[in-house]
């Protein structure tokens, strides 16, 4: 989800404004990188990173197997080894308060950015014009009617090409941008990954996972004992091989990624909400926020605990007779469990261990035994980590029972849970499992690591020569190529009043759906354009299409590692070097908004183009190399559309997604473009068929159905130096947000569906490009186009530039091509 973990990043301070939504300064403690300012003297350093679920360099053994011995061959090896876990030293919320002052009150420290009241000083005042006519059509929040023209599409000049650079780049307006510059980096703040790993609980001879006996994966799951040690030794050698490793050898994290660790049997769906509620009960709860339908992997708290969104189950009583249920409605085989804690800032609450039972009734209860003995299986260490077990006791049965047996000492008994198993054809099956992926179109659907991704875009390029283009826009700070596809029916040129779109996923590494679904796009216009579908066609031939399907690959590439049950909430979420790349854009919200209140737009001050503050091109700001990479894209190509995919929530979010009001966490703060913005977002959001569906369920806390699943961005929370603001204020590019799915990494066997719910709403959105107004501005004597005409609209406060057209111009001589 964008918001949330978004949170987590702001807290690492670049951008340096100050805007925090309450939810961020929750989550300084935990992520143990919020620079100085969060390392409050009360709690040992180790003990936070620790601790922190959403520690971003936890190294590779942060997603932890236990693999319990199986039956026959050591009975004598008692399993395991219960003892409580070194914990951290007790909290209080009173403790944890006051690292969050702490946190905070650093923070602000780097704010730039003066006072401001929220006053909408509009200087509507008229502007050289070539075009005039009133686009704007009040409209509901919900489901805006169209607006009469929409996007303005400037391809202008036919002939003759201006000379390259004039056109997109904006001038330099004498401006002084807000004062601060950008924060410090947050680095050296890794945590360790030692407490995260499950040290000493051995519960697995070495040579059990020698016989083998779960397939391929088995190797690198091992037992917890040999992991250990494993875990640590590479979290050192990271930490070498990146020193050598950016100079020297930019190639190295791409060689042989290890093979995620996928289980042979999925998950159930506690975390996608394939388990509903009513499947999930349990002994005792806390109280009802606290309920057995919240002990589901991954899910988030909301705002304050006490309400009806906690993180997770908690059994109401203390003993170990308490359990959470789940009901298959059908014959599983169970083979595995994975488990986590609570997610809340205001205790610390995890299971250490559990045992498990079966159930064909609810009544009769067999207990998972590993030998003669009933298993009873380590579990978590901390909050967030999650922490799988294979069962050694496989068994089919339609209900299951986690059977907490010891729990964190200063904590009670909480956990959120996943359980992995495989359906058991049962012909007196009565209940219909929604979901079951029925793919219509045959794409190749699992997830594809660096290498992989860049084979399949091979493969289509090589399917669809003439339609497409494969080229790299530069890389990332590990040395992975960001690659683009461009599909187009003259690929390679901008031609005159074709308009130019672009899809961007992976931001945010560890929301991996996006970039399938973009991987999937690529094949299917390939397909879908080779066999005539003349909606493809037209579609490919009058627009010249971007996909770029993984922005932060390094990121990518540590959640992968995990995989998708494995890897929590925000492992990979962040840059190699640690930087949140939907934070990191320049925030031009300020100086616009500074200059609007004193009443210098549009004469003095620019109301779009607007020019990238000094501080930020200074070689030391803290600017990601994949976000100056998308940046120099986004100003060699003319886009006039785009959408970015995150995922972890279900809503589409519209710009701005920075508040006006500095200090406010969330505060409506609607462009001068509101209605297409909001016609945009309602396009996607009511074309997806999980959005769209009645009967879901809120993924998290917040209910985004009420206003049709869309929102503007800052009302959500605030999220100064976004995407979408920077593509909207310094380019022509109208930009959303689109969190396409509650669980950010989904299993490889929720891709077919994902790809059914989205792909209307991918190709619709696409389609919107053509909406608008569109021609060409021509000089009136000699008839040639004129390039980088400003256009304004009466009423709306926001003008567009003409382009330039003809070779050359966008992307010449960019093509790269795939190494
Ligand atoms: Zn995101």
């Known amino acids: 989800m964008e918001k949330r973990s978004g949170d987590v990043g702001r807290t690492r301070g670049w951008g340096g404004r100050g805007h925090r939504t309450s939810r961020t300064e929750r989550w300084v403690p935990r992520t143990g990188g919020g620079g100085e300012g969060a390392a409050a003297p009360s709690a040992p350093s180790a003990e936070r990173a620790g601790t922190g679920g959403t520690s971003r360099k936890r190294g590779p053994g942060a997603g932890v197997h236990h693999r319990a011995p199986c039956s026959p061959r050591s009975p004598r090896r008692s399993p395991l080894n219960l003892g409580p876990p070194s914990p951290p030293s007790p909290r209080t919320a009173g403790s944890r308060r006051a690292q969050r002052g702490g946190g905070r009150g650093g923070e602000e420290a780097e704010t730039g950015r003066g006072d401001r009241e929220g006053g909408e000083g509009r200087a509507g005042a008229e502007r050289s014009a070539a075009l005039r006519s009133s686009r704007r059509v009040p409209s509901r929040p919900a489901m805006p009617p169209p607006p009469l023209a929409l996007l303005l599409l400037f391809a202008a000049a036919a002939a003759p090409p201006a000379p390259p650079g004039t056109a997109i780049r904006p001038e330099a307006v004498g401006m002084g941008g807000p004062g601060g510059s950008a924060a410090t980096t947050p680095r050296g703040t890794a945590p360790t990954t030692a407490t995260a790993t499950p040290k000493g609980t051995a519960t697995t001879p070495t040579s059990r996972t020698e016989q083998g006996g779960a397939g391929n994966a088995a190797p690198t799951r091992g037992g917890a004992g040999p992991k250990a040690p494993a875990a640590r030794k590479k979290l050192v050698r990271v930490k070498v091989v990146r020193k050598k490793v950016v100079k020297k050898r930019p190639k190295a994290p791409a060689k042989s990624p290890p093979a995620p660790q996928e289980q042979p049997c999925p998950p159930l769906g506690l975390e996608s909400l394939r388990v509903q509620d009513s499947q999930l009960r349990s002994s005792s709860d806390k109280r009802y926020g606290l309920g057995a339908h919240r002990g589901r992997l991954n899910i988030q708290s909301g705002l304050y605990d006490g309400d009806f969104f906690d993180g997770g189950w908690c059994a109401g009583r203390e003993d170990a007779a308490q359990w959470l249920e789940l009901d298959a409605r059908r014959l599983i085989n169970f083979t595995g469990v994975i488990t986590q804690g609570l997610n809340s800032i205001w205790t610390y609450d995890w299971v250490t261990s559990y045992k498990v039972q079966f159930s064909n009734d ?278 006039v559309l785009s959408a970015n995919l995150h995922g972890g929530e279900l809503v589409v979010t519209y710009p701005f997604d920075m508040t006006r009001t500095y200090w406010k966490a969330q505060e409506l703060t609607p462009t001068a473009d509101d209605g297409v913005f909001r016609w945009l977002a309602t396009v996607y959001a009511t074309s997806n068929l999980a959005m769209a569906s009645e009967e879901r369920r809120l993924c998290h806390y917040d209910d985004f159905m009420r206003s049709g699943n869309i929102i503007n961005g800052a009302n959500w929370h605030t999220v100064p130096g976004s995407m979408n603001d920077f593509s909207y204020l310094h380019t022509n590019c109208f930009e959303i947000t689109v969190e396409l799915s509650c669980d950010k990494f989904p299993h490889v066997s929720e891709l077919p569906t994902e790809w059914e719910n989205n792909r209307e709403s991918l190709l619709l959105y696409m389609e919107q490009v053509h909406r608008g107004i569109k021609g060409v501005v021509r000089d009136e004597e000699t008839g040639e186009g004129i390039a980088n005409a400003i256009i304004a609209v009466d009423g709306i406060n926001h003008d567009v530039r003409t382009g330039t057209a003809g070779r050359g111009r966008a992307g010449g001589g960019d093509g790269v091509g795939m190494g």
């Open 362 to 639: 609810t009544h009769a209860w067999q207990p998972c035994r590993n030998g003669s003995e009933e298993a009873v299986f380590p579990a978590n260490k901390d909050p967030e980590t999650p922490v799988l077990n294979v069962l050694p006791c496989p068994a089919v049965a339609r209900y299951i029972r986690i059977n907490p047996q010891s729990w964190f000492e200063n904590g009670t008994i909480c956990l959120r849970a996943e359980v992995l198993g495989c359906a058991v054809p049962d012909p007196n099956n009565i209940y219909q499992w929604p979901n079951e992926p029925v793919p219509t179109d045959k794409l190749d659907f699992r997830h594809h690591n660096y290498k992989e991704m860049r084979k399949l875009m091979k493969v289509v390029n090589e399917e669809c020569p003439t339609i497409t283009r494969i080229y790299n826009i530069g890389k990332s700070s590990r040395g992975l190529k960001i690659y683009a596809m461009e599909i187009s029916d003259n690929p390679g040129q901008h031609e005159v009043g074709e308009p130019e779109f672009r899809y961007v996923a992976g931001l945010h590494g560890n929301e991996a759906l996006g970039r399938e679904l973009l991987l999937n796009l690529m094949e299917y216009l390939c397909r879908e354009f080779q066999r005539g579908n003349p909606r493809v066609v037209r579609l490919v031939t009058d627009t010249r299409i971007h996909l770029l399907p993984s922005m932060n690959p390094d990121g990518y590439e540590t959640a992968y590692r995990l995989g998708s049950e494995l890897s929590g909430w925000a492992m990979g979420r962040w840059t190699y070097e640690g930087i949140d790349l939907n934070h990191n854009f320049a925030d031009l919200n300020t100086a616009l908004w500074d200059a609007e209140d004193n009443d210098l737009v549009p004469h003095e001050f620019p109301n779009h183009y607007i020019p990238i503050p000094e501080y930020y091109t200074f070689a030391n700001a803290t600017v990601a190399p994949e976000t100056r990479a998308v940046i120099d894209w986004m100003q060699r190509y003319p886009f």
